[in-house]
């Protein structure tokens, strides 16, 4: 409950803007990837056909399943891990991560499983926030990370996201670096909003 209330701050704050920028001119079938409370379903423009929304917690993806009854586009809320994506290869025309790749165990290889299910020139729409470029801030996010891990469901502040992306062999061809504070107690930190396009 505390985690949806942080979440709903956080939109309160500039997330949903954020969001709103996430998804902005997508197009085709999309594939959101830890859809969480489905947050993100409200901004899907009416250009995408359908969203296929995948989320392995059971309270979560109940929540998802009501926003996905009133959201403007066809949303199908399915369990399952971005380890292993439902769908064929090439079937999505976007891939969406938001705020997933810190939480997820294996983010090269998950990454991997979203280039699998994008068709060829396909594109991944990410929004996360990522470790600091600050040196000292940095080390901090190094030193509170096994505690943070547990205390907020895995979630790693550490991570060079944009990094890890480029590795994975996608093209990022759109990219913003901003400070984001989601809510009133929380530390300004680096987030990253872009586009990259299957290796
Ligand atoms: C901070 S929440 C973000 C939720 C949502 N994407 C958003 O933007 O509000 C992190 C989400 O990642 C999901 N998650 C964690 N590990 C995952 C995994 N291995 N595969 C898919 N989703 C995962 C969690 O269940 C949770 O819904």
Redesign the pocket.
């Known amino acids: 409950m505390r985690h949806l209330k942080i979440?709903a701050q956080a939109d309160r704050r500039g997330g949903a803007e954020h969001?709103r920028r996430l998804l902005d001119g997508l197009t085709g079938r999309v594939l959101?990837?830890?859809?969480?409370?489905g947050?993100?379903f409200r901004y899907d423009p009416d250009t995408v056909d359908e969203v296929v929304a995948?989320?392995?917690?059971d309270t979560?993806r109940a929540v998802a399943e009501q926003k996905a009854a009133s959201a403007p586009v066809r949303v199908t809320v399915v369990a399952?891990?971005?380890?292993q994506l439902p769908g064929h290869d090439g079937e999505f025309d976007a891939v969406v991560a938001?705020?997933?790749l810190?939480?997820?165990?294996d983010p090269a290889g998950?990454l991997a499983q979203m280039a699998r299910v994008l068709r060829p020139g396909g594109e991944l729409r990410f929004?996360e926030h990522v470790r600091s470029p600050h040196r000292w801030a940095a080390l901090l996010e190094d030193a509170i990370t096994p505690l943070w891990r547990r205390a907020a469901?895995?979630?790693h502040p550490n991570r060079d996201t944009e990094a890890t992306i480029r590795a994975a062999g996608y093209t990022i061809t759109d990219i913003d670096r901003f400070g984001f504070s989601p809510t009133a107690l929380a530390p300004n930190t680096r987030h990253v909003l872009g586009t990259a396009r299957k290796p």
Do not use: K, T
């Open positions: 979440a969001r959101e990837v830890g859809a969480g409370q947050r993100n995948v989320e392995p917690d979560l399952g891990e971005a380890a938001s705020l997933v810190c939480s997820v165990d998950d929004y469901g895995g979630c």
